[in-house]
C-alpha cells in the first residue's frame, strides 16, 4: 500500500503562484508514473499534469498548460506541481496519485491510478 501526502496548498489571489508536493512512502517511487488531478466543487474529477518515471516525459490538460509545472525528485520520493498565473477556476482540492511503471498513450485516465492523497485545497480569489 502506497501512501501519499500532499501538502503547500492555501489562498492565493488571482495571478499568484502556489507550489504542491506530494511525498510518497514507497521506496520504488522512481519506477511509477505519478499525475496531479484536481475536483472542483460539484464538478467531477479532473486531469492537471502526469509525469514519467525518469522525469523526461510529461503531460498537461489543456486548461493549465504553459503556467502548471510538474517535476519529480526521486530521491526525495516526491512529485511536485508548480502552479503560476493561478485563475479563480483553478480552485480546486488537489490530488497526487501513483500510476503504472509504464508512459503509455493515455496518462491523463484516472484509471491509470491505483494510489491516490488525501487532497489539498487550493482557492483562488478574483
Known amino acids: 500500500q502506497v501512501q501519499l501526502v500532499e501538502s503547500g496548498g492555501g489562498s492565493v489571489q488571482a495571478g499568484g503562484s502556489l507550489r504542491l508536493s506530494c511525498a510518497a512512502s514507497?521506496?520504488?517511487?522512481?519506477?511509477?508514473?505519478m499525475g496531479w488531478f484536481r475536483q472542483a466543487p460539484g464538478k467531477e474529477r479532473e486531469f492537471v499534469a502526469a509525469?514519467?518515471?525518469?522525469?523526461?516525459?510529461?503531460y498537461y490538460a489543456d486548461s493549465v498548460k504553459g503556467r502548471f509545472t510538474i517535476s519529480r525528485n526521486n530521491a526525495k520520493n516526491t512529485v511536485y506541481l508548480q502552479m503560476n498565473s493561478l485563475k479563480p477556476e483553478d480552485t480546486a482540492v488537489y490530488y497526487c496519485?501513483?500510476?503504472?511503471?509504464?508512459?503509455?498513450?493515455?496518462?491523463?485516465?484516472?484509471?491509470?491510478?491505483?494510489?491516490w492523497g488525501q487532497g489539498t485545497q487550493v482557492t483562488v480569489s478574483s
Open positions: 496519485a501513483v500510476g503504472s511503471t509504464a508512459w503509455g498513450p493515455r496518462p491523463f485516465m484516472p484509471t491509470q491510478y491505483d494510489y
Open positions: 514507497e521506496r520504488a517511487f522512481r519506477n511509477y508514473v
Open positions: 509525469i514519467s518515471r525518469s522525469g523526461v516525459n510529461t
